[in-house]
């Protein structure tokens, strides 16, 4: 655990000094911390409401040992395979996902969508796709994801600016990454099972960690709203068209490790609220 948060503390400084290499320094109003992963109030690519304390709590490199405690009980082992599916909206808990994964030795699948939440990976120029690349070529994290979204409203940004949209689509087309743009939700769900399962080469999932509140990872289901956040137990699963990823692996009874409401989350295992480092590299 320990191990973990070291490595997301020094990937967090790595993301930080390669976005103000791109001209976007931390603004320490709301980063105090200075970690580089606390985006914009709104931008072209934002999806939705979120928090600002929230996604500061979310900085603090002790939730990477938290998600080395959280794949253990589980039952997740070195050299399984796990499926992630993250959303923009939380750049620093799919840090912190990864770097459990590599500290664990695990074979780690993501699918990412780039659209986020005020205060995620909202920076359009700089957004959760490029924080990526920046922790590929450090060698820190195996950051690459086997697919890319837009995300947001039906995975196809109906909820940001038409400008925000484009923008994301020429990204992720330029990337060479495989573009998921469906905005039915039972083949969304569908394709992106057998983008995980072809990408364990037939080794099963032995676990699913859902970043955020994506529409086509938590479906559209009010009842996945009383989920509590962390390892979970018992998932009720909806008719095919109404649920998502973390749905649909819970029903072929895969592990789920549900990353949102962040506050809860904290509170669950002990972790601060709206965190302050007692340090920081300069």
Request: net charge neutral.
């Amino acid at each position: 655990m320990i191990e973990a948060a070291r490595l997301m503390a020094k990937a967090e400084i790595a993301v930080r000094d390669c976005r103000a290499a791109r001209g976007f320094p931390v603004d320490e109003r709301s980063d105090p911390n200075r970690t580089g992963l606390i985006g914009l109030e709104t931008s072209p690519i934002t999806t939705s409401l979120g928090s600002l304390e929230a996604k500061r709590t979310t900085t603090n490199p002790e939730f990477a040992g938290l998600l080395v405690r959280l794949l253990s009980e589980a039952g997740v082992r070195k050299g399984d395979a796990v499926a992630i599916g993250a959303s923009g909206s939380f750049p620093a808990l799919i840090i912190a996902t990864l770097s459990a994964a590599r500290t664990m030795g695990l074979r780690a699948f993501v699918i990412s969508s780039l659209g986020a939440s005020e205060w995620g990976a909202n920076i359009p120029a700089f957004n959760w796709l490029d924080m990526e690349e920046c922790l590929q070529k450090t060698g820190l994290l195996d950051a690459r994801p086997i697919a890319l979204a837009v995300g947001g409203d039906e995975d196809v940004g109906r909820d940001m600016s038409p400008e925000g949209r484009e923008l994301l689509r020429a990204r992720i087309g330029g990337s060479g990454i495989l573009f998921i743009e469906r905005a039915d939700l039972r083949a969304n769900v569908e394709e992106r099972l057998k983008l995980y399962e072809e990408a364990a080469h037939g080794r099963p999932i032995k676990a699913f960690v859902n970043i955020g509140g994506s529409w086509a990872n938590i479906g559209t289901n009010g009842e996945v709203l009383k989920l509590r956040p962390g390892l979970l137990r018992d998932v009720f699963v909806p008719p095919p068209g109404e649920r998502g990823v973390l749905q649909a692996m819970a029903a072929q009874k895969v592990p789920v490790i549900h990353l949102l409401n962040i506050k809860g989350l904290a509170e669950r295992y002990g972790l601060p609220w709206d965190w302050k480092a007692a340090w920081r590299s300069p």
